[in-house]
């Protein structure tokens, strides 16, 4: 593989707006401008730029290790020596990727003495937190939790690249209508078991700007997040509050298995996401979903009104990181103890949403026991008499290859 300077430039000032600035930016929303910035750029140049931010922000820890660099010293020059040095680094990481046979004589990477980086390389893939490129309080916290096998093995799968999951709209076709559909402009896929909707991906390619998805055929949708909405157990005709709904992933995957019927609320405390639920919702051919702003007047207005109820609370995102790699650098203790505190109060606050005999659904995607199945265990403590536990499931990125999402059923007696 050869280096092109323009893309090496873009790659150094997407960096630098995720790590350097004051107001850091998150890495999809820098690299989509950067994407956006040279129409003239080709697949090739894009793929270059995206992959190289984002291994670079996956092993930002280990890089920073290899050339004996501390963050809070960091100067906008040492992100080219953080760059070069990261592609010699990748050809011992991914030997078999196009990787480069060597760094061209730039000034910009006079600096970089390959032998010192590559033995400073090989120390810190000896320390897990520095070769899986976590912070010292998030590998405490993790390894404590989740006991120190379990932690190793789900990190190592977490700083690999995430696969493009879609989710067949049945209201429009099926999983294997789409996969013959997409099959026939070039688009391969494959079919992951005991998931009845789910295509993934052989390889990573545009595919927002396919016809199929302006028709609202699919969704791109994790594995994991796909088995949520089965879980609740909806029937078409029902009434389902969707309580934390966001964009509305899972808002539009319960109207799909309603086939339509019925009604769905959709709640959010942000108006601009379900704003964009709303648009997604035309496009997919979803009419029964109606979207509100959450307030104590809403819960009120609501209360025991609900055959089912889902409540996929805020979380720390642990279980996505491989598809968000610089929450790592951005999370801190105090953001996830303030986290349970608020999972906690909407768990035992719109739960009262629900109607005696429903069923309730809460779901994180995170990894860590003490934001969801220990509120759980919580809640059955005190609110068993009200209560019946039917079950919960885990899923495992190390095991399975799906996003870390945790759920749990419950019904209201």
């Known amino acids: 593989m050869r280096l092109h300077r323009p893309l090496v430039i873009a790659t150094v000032k997407a960096l630098q707006e995720i790590f350097f600035v004051k107001n850091p930016r998150q890495a999809d929303k820098v690299i989509e401008q950067t994407l956006k910035s040279n129409k003239q750029w080709g697949s090739r140049d894009r793929a270059f730029i995206a992959e190289t931010t984002y291994e670079i922000v996956r092993y930002w820890r280990l890089i920073l290790f290899?050339?004996?660099?501390?963050?809070?010293?960091?100067?906008?020059?040492y992100f080219w020596q953080i760059v070069g040095s990261w592609l010699l680094i990748k050809k011992r990481l991914y030997p078999n990727a196009d990787n480069i046979d060597f760094l061209p004589k730039w000034d910009e990477f006079s600096h970089i003495q390959a032998a010192k980086i590559l033995d400073r390389f090989e120390e810190g893939m000896l320390i897990r937190?520095?070769?899986?490129?976590?912070?010292?309080?998030?590998?405490?916290?993790?390894?404590?939790?989740?006991?120190?096998?379990?932690?190793?093995?789900?990190?190592?799968?977490?700083?690999?690249?995430?696969?493009?999951?879609?989710?067949?709209?049945?209201?429009?076709?099926?999983?294997?209508?789409?996969?013959?559909?997409?099959d026939a402009i070039d688009i391969e896929t494959i079919v992951p078991e005991g998931l009845p909707d789910a295509l993934i991906l052989k390889q990573r390619q545009s595919i927002f700007r396919t016809d199929y998805f302006r028709q609202g055929f699919f969704e791109v949708q994790d594995a994991g997040s796909q088995l949520i909405a089965p879980f609740l157990d909806v029937q078409p005709g029902m009434r389902v509050i969707d309580a934390c709904a966001g964009a509305g992933g899972k808002s539009l995957h319960l109207a799909a298995l309603m086939e339509n019927k019925g009604k769905i609320?959709?709640?959010?405390?942000?108006?601009?996401?379900?704003?964009?639920?709303?648009?997604?919702?035309?496009?997919?051919?979803?009419?029964?979903?109606e979207v509100k702003l959450i307030d104590p007047k809403v819960l009120k207005k609501y209360e025991a009104s609900a055959d089912r109820l889902l409540l996929d609370v805020p979380c720390s995102g642990l279980g996505v990181i491989r598809r968000n790699p610089d929450s790592k650098w951005k999370l801190t203790p105090e953001f996830i103890d303030n986290l349970k505190v608020?999972?906690?109060?909407?768990?035992?606050?719109?739960?009262?949403?629900?109607?005696?005999?429903?069923?309730?659904?809460?779901?994180?995607?995170?990894?860590?026991?003490?934001?969801?199945?220990?509120?759980?265990?919580?809640?059955?403590?005190?609110?068993?008499?009200?209560?019946?536990?039917?079950?919960?499931?885990?899923?495992?990125?190390?095991?399975?290859?799906?996003?870390?999402?945790?759920m749990a059923c419950l019904q209201k007696k």
């Open 66 to 77: 290899s050339n004996n660099l501390y963050e809070d010293k960091l100067k906008a020059p």
């Open 265 to 289: 609320v959709s709640m959010d405390i942000e108006e601009y996401k379900l704003v964009e639920l709303m648009k997604r919702a035309k496009r997919n051919g979803v009419d029964n979903i």
């Open 342 to 406: 608020t999972q906690w109060n909407i768990l035992t606050e719109y739960s009262a949403m629900l109607k005696k005999g429903g069923k309730m659904v809460f779901a994180t995607c995170s990894l860590l026991p003490s934001e969801s199945e220990n509120h759980i265990k919580r809640f059955m403590a005190e609110f068993g008499d009200q209560w019946e536990f039917l079950g919960e499931r885990r899923t495992s990125t190390a095991k399975e290859g799906y996003d870390g999402f945790y």
């Open 129 to 182: 937190k520095v070769r899986e490129s976590v912070p010292d309080w998030l590998d405490q916290l993790c390894a404590s939790e989740l006991g120190e096998e379990k932690w190793s093995e789900e990190i190592m799968a977490m700083n690999e690249q995430a696969p493009v999951v879609l989710r067949a709209n049945t209201l429009k076709t099926n999983q294997d209508k789409l996969q013959d559909l997409l």
